[in-house]
């Protein structure tokens, strides 16, 4: 039996993992930590954006020529693709399982081309609170110092991206939220079986954290640290980002997304705006994160000039075309 791909789509730092292994407890789910496969995939197709040895803007244009040759096509490619990845997915799944759940947060690159290509694929958007990710950003990934230059590309690029593909009125997705996951955990599980339409009575929530995850990928500090669903992440935001130029920082990130995005996503502009104001103003680190964000900044230039060389335009167009295709066919 093929499982139904269950695509589950966030940014890093937003939950995945334990809204993951929460409908792992029911045998009808099947996954494994975080595959990645259709990155390299369906980036094949796609010429900014890669560096590598072989020269990935000429390996395009060769793939390009090639689907010309096809009875079909590009579809044609695409459909192998899908074939390939639905194979990959039913052999990790094993026999039994209604669903493979594929949780690769960076897909948020590739949310709208996945979304085409899956078109019985169920969606689950996972949202939270940005500034909060920012915030666990920085202590998981940076050890508490300032590192938020290296994941623009999640928290700028990505964020806009699947605000753009989110569809409420699409019968394939639902939307959740992180703080609704671990305040009423019971709740929030009852509308994901109840959107896959699996008996929620099979499900052993309880044991979430005994759910095994094969691979190096994917968040296991949740894991570690909590035996049961807990609420107690809501608040650390605060103290991460309370020094002056955190707290400046948050606020000029919430007028970059803005009211109606934040608005999609389940949150007020205003009440975010409010907290981040209130937040403290110390020189806490103040030294050290302007040295790291002035560092962070070169390196993106440098990585950036080197994926997109020449193509810096060609990537802004190309952005916009896909989000405006998403909501035109949303």
């Known amino acids: ?54 020269g990935h803007r000429t390996t395009v244009r060769a793939i390009e020529d090639f689907c010309r040759t096809l009875p079909a096509g590009r579809e044609e490619y695409l459909d192998e693709l899908r074939r390939m990845a639905l194979s990959l997915y039913a052999g990790a799944a094993g026999d039994d399982a209604r669903y493979f759940l594929d949780k690769t947060p960076r897909y948020h690159l590739i949310a709208h081309e996945i979304m085409e290509l899956f078109p019985d694929a169920k969606f689950i958007f996972l949202w939270r609170q940005p500034v909060a990710i920012a915030a666990s950003v920085i202590e998981s990934f940076g050890g508490g110092r300032w590192n938020l230059e290296r994941y623009a590309v999640d928290l700028g690029d990505g964020l806009e991206n699947l605000v753009a593909v989110s569809r409420p009125g699409d019968p394939r997705c639902l939307s959740i939220r992180f703080e609704d996951v671990v305040r009423d955990s019971g709740g929030q599980l009852g509308r994901l079986f109840e959107f896959l339409d699996v008996d929620p009575a099979a499900a052993q929530p309880g044991e979430f954290e005994r759910i095994s995850l094969p691979g190096r990928m994917g968040d296991r500090t949740g894991v570690r640290e909590y035996s049961t669903v807990s609420s107690e992440p809501l608040d650390k935001w605060k103290e991460t980002m309370g020094t002056w130029y955190r707290r400046r920082w948050s606020r000029r990130y919430l007028e970059r997304v803005g009211p109606d995005r934040l608005r999609l996503m389940g949150y007020d502009y205003h009440e975010l705006m409010g907290e981040v104001q209130r937040l403290g103003r110390t020189p806490r680190a103040l030294p050290s994160d302007l040295a790291r964000s002035a560092y962070g900044h070169g390196y993106r230039r440098v990585t950036c000039g080197l994926m997109y060389p020449g193509d810096k335009e060609l990537r802004r167009q190309a952005q916009k075309a896909q989000a405006e295709l998403a909501r035109t066919s949303s």
């Not at 409908?23 to 197709?45: F, G, Q």
């Open 1 to 54: 039996m093929t499982p139904t791909p269950i695509f589950l789509f966030s940014l890093p730092r937003s939950g995945s993992t334990l809204v993951q292994r929460l409908l792992a407890t029911h045998p009808d789910v099947a996954t494994t930590a975080e595959p990645w496969i259709l990155l390299p995939m369906l980036y094949s197709l796609r010429r900014p954006g890669v560096l590598a040895e072989y």
